[in-house]
């Protein structure tokens, strides 16, 4: 674990995986005086309470995510992606069978980024871990649903894309209006379900 | 009569701004917010509004807005004409509007961004805690364009007369920086910087003050994706760095050689493109 220094008033955490970001991130999480708590891929990001901060990690253990109370949430899919059919060759099994293993994994959010709402799911299956398009498009519907080397996710709105997409959901993931904005948090375990 | 403002008006860029909405950057949520928090503070204090109501920040001026009730307005930011009803009025100071009234506010000869507060504040729906536009994510209201109606929230105790000193936009801008949190992807990252030189670029926005000039030298690839925090400078492949601003990203993939100073940053969100940009690594 490698404490970066980011500004005055932030520390960037850096380690060397997810399962040690979750462990960093449950450490933090309730803090008081954390202004901002961003996990991401290998880092997590903390604002605020600094001297606090740098106490809590002299002692963190790193192999183990404190048992916490995380939320499920269940997102429906209609598996009609454009990308599903290279998806499925990619693998060398049927579009079906992509659906059944995308469908039957477990999956956390790791963390989110790229736009409101969107959450990085990490528990993809092997076979379903594959490379981004090699031409991002243009504009990726709200609601589609892609994976993108060891990630799924859910696109919350219209934006640009690269990830090869395989169905698309009519939930909404993010609404600025609503009490609880975000659909998927760091730390929710989600499924798909075939809508 | 309702208390109302329409614009008359836009000018270049008028948006509603805050103090913003940080704390939500783990959902994506870049935080927002006046880019001049300073000067957006400093206008509510002339109105008699509590210092994070909601106001126009303006880009370059050229606003004209019509109160629909009586209220009081105050415009702030760099140096600039104001008039009512066609006639010169005082920026910096409160003016008082009778219903019908007509608001215009000129180009400022120097610097960006004026805020105009108004009393009560403007009273839009809050999103994730602010009223603030965020380009980048297109959360809270869209720009303004011209007719629109903005409703106004109920005005505190009136103030007494008020005046603060304009902002002052300089040639050369020499900003405080604190090396990190990817130093080490570049050779001698210090003297680099102190070294530099660079012009804000005309690409500059809320996201990110675009810089023109020294390419820093850095090693080749990306990061996975880290949290970025307001004032980051990144740099790109090409060596070109990039201040964020308030409608930064929550997430980037290139290498943060520092972070500016936070108090420092509203002076480079009023830098208009050309102005020198050095940088002070300190402590």
Redesign the interface.
């Known amino acids: 674990m490698l404490l ?7 520390l ?1 955490v850096e380690v060397d995986s997810l399962t040690e970001v979750a462990a960093v991130r449950a450490a933090l999480q309730g803090l008081p005086g954390i ?11 903390v ?1 605020g309470a600094l001297t606090e901060v740098r106490k809590v990690l002299e002692d963190v253990d790193l192999t183990e995510v404190p048992a916490a109370h995380p939320r499920e949430v269940t997102i429906p899919v209609t598996y009609d992606g454009p990308d599903l059919d290279l998806v499925a060759r990619t693998a060398g099994i049927t579009p079906d069978e992509v659906v059944k293993l995308h469908t039957q994994a477990s999956y956390e959010v790791a ?8 959450g990085y799911l990490t528990g993809l299956p092997e076979v379903l871990r594959q490379p981004r398009l090699d031409s991002p498009r243009t504009k990726v519907p709200r609601g589609s649903v892609g994976i993108a080397g060891e990630f799924t996710a859910a696109y919350p ?1 219209a934006t640009p894309g690269g990830w090869r997409l395989i169905g698309r959901t009519e939930i909404t993931l ?1 609404d ?2 609503a009490e609880t ?2 659909l998927l ?2 730390g929710d375990l989600v499924r798909f379900v075939v809508a | 009569m309702s208390r109302t403002v329409t614009i008359v008006r836009t000018g270049p860029q008028a948006l509603v701004q805050d103090l913003g909405r940080p704390g939500h950057a783990h959902l994506g949520v870049p935080p927002s917010g006046a880019v001049d928090p300073h000067s957006l503070k400093l206008a509510n204090r002339l109105v008699g509004n509590r210092e994070g109501a909601a106001c126009l920040e303006l880009l370059l001026g050229g606003l004209a807005v019509r109160a629909g009730a009586s209220c009081t307005a105050a415009v702030t930011g760099p140096s600039v004409e104001v008039r009512v009803n066609g006639a010169l009025a005082d920026s910096h100071h409160p003016l008082h509007l009778g219903a019908g009234d007509v608001l215009e506010i000129g180009t400022p000869r120097t610097g960006l961004r004026s805020y105009l507060a108004l009393s009560g504040g403007v009273d839009v729906p809050e999103e994730l805690g602010s009223r603030s536009t965020d380009l980048l994510s297109g959360i809270g209201p869209d720009p303004l364009r011209d007719d629109d109606v903005l409703p106004l929230g109920s005005p505190g105790p009136a103030c007494g007369a008020d005046v603060v000193p304009p902002h002052h936009a300089p040639h050369r801008l020499q900003l405080p920086l604190r090396l990190g949190p990817r130093d080490d992807w570049f050779a001698d990252a210090e003297t680099q910087l102190r070294r530099g030189s660079w012009t804000v670029s005309d690409r500059s926005n809320r996201v990110g003050a675009r810089l023109h000039g020294t390419a820093l030298t850095r090693r080749d690839g990306e990061i996975p994706s880290e949290g970025m925090v307001t004032g980051a400078v990144q740099v790109p492949p090409d060596g070109q760095p990039v201040v964020f601003l308030n409608d930064h990203p929550t997430t980037g993939g290139y290498p943060v050689i520092g972070v500016v100073d936070h108090d420092h940053l509203r002076f480079l969100g009023q830098a208009r493109p050309g102005t020198v940009v050095t940088f002070r690594p300190v402590g």
């Open positions: 970066r220094r980011c500004g005055t008033d932030a960037l202004e901002e708590l961003v996990p991401a891929a290998r880092t997590v990001l604002k963390f989110c980024g790229f736009a409101p709402g969107f709105r993010f600025p209006g904005p975000a948090q760091p």
